[in-house]
């Protein structure tokens, strides 16, 4: 399961990570939203322990999609050493993901 994002945790878990971070920026209403979130929960699972999975309800929390200028959702943005270090916007596969997630992992 993916771990809860919100305006008040993510310096803490975005910039004192050592691990790559994957956020999924969502909403409630969002239909590709629920569409991706089964990919984002299985590979939650699958890099347990190598990598942060986390989704911020963009509703919920709004400093942080401001910040980051997201426009649209569902928004993926994958960090590195605190920084972006890659970004996919709109629904994709799982694969497409976890491709993202192995790269930042070399």
């Known amino acids: 399961m993916a771990l809860e994002i919100t305006d008040s945790n993510f310096a803490s878990i975005v910039n004192q990570n ?12 969002c239909g590709p939203c629920k569409a991706i979130a089964p990919a984002v929960d299985q590979l939650a699972a699958e890099f347990e322990g190598r990598a942060i999975i986390g989704k911020l309800n963009v509703d919920e929390n709004s400093q942080i999609p401001v910040q980051f200028g997201i426009r649209g959702i569902p928004t993926l943005l994958f960090f590195k050493n605190g920084q972006v270090a890659d970004k996919q916007v709109g629904l994709v596969s799982k694969d497409v993901l976890k491709a993202k997630l192995e790269a930042l992992l070399k």
Not at 18 to 29: C, G, L, S, T
């Open 18 to 29: 050592e691990k790559p971070v994957m956020i999924d920026f969502w909403a409630e209403w």
